[in-house]
């Protein structure tokens, strides 16, 4: 290294230029450090997701089914009455599209269902959901003698098509 004394270069001895030469180390590896601390610090931390949409998984379905056939078996034994089964079988359809959606729908009414989002994995469950509770509502809240004649449906019907909603939301 040189140095301009009195007008002129004059050698700097190597015992000089230490602490220039450690600064400038301290420094680099204080840049290192600092880049390598904004590249760990900086990514994103890995969450663990909640399964939903079109990743969750669908080992619980034979729950749901079963729960369907207990209310046809007991409406068959007669522990149930038919409007009881038709509102037992909504509740579930609701309770099962809760848990599929990640958000409580048990209470919706037609109005509301018919304003939930149409989200790319659960879109088609929504549809079926609205359309089973639809065609669960009036059995559910008629009254017989309103409802009656060959369009009302049979518990085994309301069945079946909870069952369809469990088995066609699409598989996650």
Same mark, same amino acid.
């Given at each position: 290294?040189?140095?301009?004394? =009195?007008?002129?270069?004059?050698?700097?001895?190597?015992? +000089?230029?230490? @602490?220039?030469?450690?600064?400038?180390?301290?420094?680099?590896?204080?840049?290192?450090? /600092?880049?390598?601390?904004?590249? /760990?610090? #900086?990514?994103?931390? $890995?969450? *663990? $997701?909640?399964?939903?949409?079109?990743?969750?998984?669908?080992?619980?379905?034979?729950?749901?089914? =079963?729960?369907? =056939?207990?209310?046809?078996?007991?409406?068959?034994?007669? $522990?149930?009455?038919?409007?009881?089964?038709?509102? +037992?079988?909504?509740?579930?359809?609701?309770?099962?599209?809760? =848990? *599929?959606?990640?958000?409580?729908?048990?209470?919706?009414?037609?109005? +509301?269902?018919?304003?939930?989002?149409?989200?790319? #994995? #659960?879109?088609?469950?929504?549809?079926?959901?609205? $359309?089973?509770?639809?065609?669960?509502?009036?059995?559910?809240? %008629?009254? @017989?003698?309103?409802?009656?004649?060959?369009?009302? @449906?049979?518990?085994?019907?309301? %069945?079946?098509?909870?069952?369809?909603?469990?088995?066609?939301?699409?598989?996650?």
């Amino acid at each position: 290294m040189w140095t301009m004394a =009195d007008g002129r270069f004059t050698a700097v001895a190597p015992s +000089e230029t230490g @602490p220039y030469a450690f600064a400038t180390f301290a420094l680099l590896a204080a840049a290192v450090a /600092l880049c390598l601390a904004s590249v /760990l610090l #900086g990514r994103p931390r $890995q969450r *663990r $997701q909640i399964r939903q949409g079109a990743h969750r998984p669908q080992a619980g379905r034979g729950e749901w089914l =079963d729960a369907i =056939d207990d209310i046809r078996s007991r409406f068959h034994e007669g $522990q149930l009455d038919e409007d009881d089964a038709f509102a +037992e079988l909504a509740a579930l359809a609701r309770r099962f599209a809760s =848990d *599929r959606l990640g958000r409580d729908v048990t209470n919706h009414t037609l109005a +509301e269902l018919d304003r939930l989002p149409r989200s790319r #994995g #659960g879109g088609r469950g929504v549809d079926l959901l609205r $359309q089973t509770i639809r065609a669960l509502y009036p059995p559910e809240f %008629a009254e @017989p003698a309103v409802h009656a004649g060959p369009a009302r @449906p049979t518990v085994d019907e309301a %069945a079946g098509w909870v069952s369809n909603l469990v088995e066609r939301w699409r598989a996650r």
